[in-house]
C-alpha cells in the first residue's frame, strides 16, 4: 500500500478547523495543511468540495468537508486512540453533544467574538492571516474595510438582536460544560471523547488555550479584549484549558 496523502484545507485559528486539527494531532495522522484566508478561500473550496466552508480534508483524492465528517472518516481509517466511546449509548450521546455544540454553539462563540473582531480589521489579519506571505497579508488588509458588510452577514453580528442570541447561547453552553465536567472531568462517561475535543476547541477562542494553534496574537485590542474578560475565569474554559493540556497533543 501507497503512502496516504492527507491534506486539510483550513482557516488558521478557525475553532470549527481546530476539530480537525484535534483528532488529526490525537491519532498523530501525518497530514499536511494548506491554509486559505476566509473570503479569498470561497472559489478554491467550492470547485475542491461543492460547498463554501472549512474544514475540508482530502484522504487519497476522496474529499470530506465538515469537522464531524472528517472525524467520522479519521475514526474509521484510523480506529487507534478512539474517539468515540466503545459503548454505544455513551457514544450516542457524545455524537449528539457534538452535533448540538456544532450547530448551536460554535456559530454563537463565533459571533460573539465577532461582534468585537468586526471593529478591529487589522487584529482580524492578525488571526488568519498570520502565516501569510507579506504581500498577501497587505492585500487582504486592504480588503478588509469592503469586505466588512459580508464578513458581519457571514457571521451573524448585523443584527443586535442577533448578537445577544448569539452571548445567551454561548453562555448556556458554559454553564452546560461546567455541570457536565464537574463529576467526572469529562462530558461523556470517564474518559476523552468526541464530545470534550468539540466542547474545548469550539470554546478556545475565548478559553485562549497554550497551543500555537490556537493561542491568541498578542496584543488583543480593547474591542476583543472586553469580551473575552468576560468570561475568561469561569470554570468552563478552565477546564477547556486543562482539556487542553492533557489531551491536545502539540
Ligand atoms: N458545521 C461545519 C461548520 C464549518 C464552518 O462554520 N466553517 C467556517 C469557518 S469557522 C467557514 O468556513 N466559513 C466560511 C464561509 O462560510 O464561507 C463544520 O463542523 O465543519
Request: no cysteine; proline share 4%.
Given at each position: 500500500m501507497g503512502v496516504v496523502m492527507l491534506v486539510l484545507h483550513q482557516f488558521e485559528f478557525s475553532h470549527?478547523?481546530?476539530?480537525a486539527r484535534w483528532a488529526l494531532d490525537y491519532k498523530g495522522v501525518a497530514h499536511e495543511r494548506k491554509s486559505y484566508l476566509p473570503g479569498p478561500h470561497m472559489p478554491a473550496i467550492r470547485k475542491l468540495s461543492g460547498q463554501q466552508q472549512t474544514p475540508v480534508l482530502t484522504i487519497d483524492?476522496?474529499?470530506v468537508a465538515g469537522?464531524?465528517?472528517?472525524i467520522d472518516a479519521l475514526e474509521e481509517r484510523y480506529p487507534e486512540k478512539p474517539l468515540y466511546p466503545v459503548d454505544s449509548e455513551l457514544r450516542q450521546q457524545a455524537l449528539a453533544l457534538q452535533g448540538r455544540f456544532d450547530e448551536q454553539v460554535g456559530p454563537a462563540a463565533r459571533s460573539a467574538l465577532f461582534s468585537g473582531l468586526i471593529q478591529t480589521p487589522g487584529y482580524l489579519v492578525k488571526m488568519f492571516a498570520r502565516r501569510a506571505s507579506t504581500p498577501k497579508r497587505l492585500l487582504y488588509r486592504a480588503s478588509l474595510p469592503l469586505a466588512k458588510r459580508m464578513i458581519a452577514k457571514g457571521n451573524n453580528v448585523v443584527d443586535k438582536q442577533d448578537i445577544a442570541r448569539a452571548f445567551a447561547r454561548f453562555e448556556e453552553a458554559l454553564e452546560e460544560v461546567a455541570d457536565m465536567s464537574l463529576g467526572t472531568g469529562f462530558l461523556v462517561g470517564e474518559s476523552f471523547s468526541v464530545?470534550?475535543?468539540t466542547a474545548a476547541a469550539l470554546l478556545a477562542p475565548f478559553a485562549n488555550p497554550d497551543h500555537p494553534d490556537m493561542s491568541r496574537p498578542q496584543p488583543v485590542?480593547?474591542?476583543?479584549?472586553?469580551?473575552m474578560a468576560r468570561y475568561s475565569e469561569h470554570p468552563a474554559l478552565h477546564w477547556a484549558?486543562?482539556?487542553?493540556r492533557d489531551h491536545r497533543p502539540v
Open positions: 470549527f478547523n481546530e476539530k483524492g476522496e474529499v469537522s464531524a465528517h472528517i464530545a470534550d475535543l485590542p480593547a474591542e476583543v479584549a472586553d469580551i484549558r486543562a482539556i487542553y
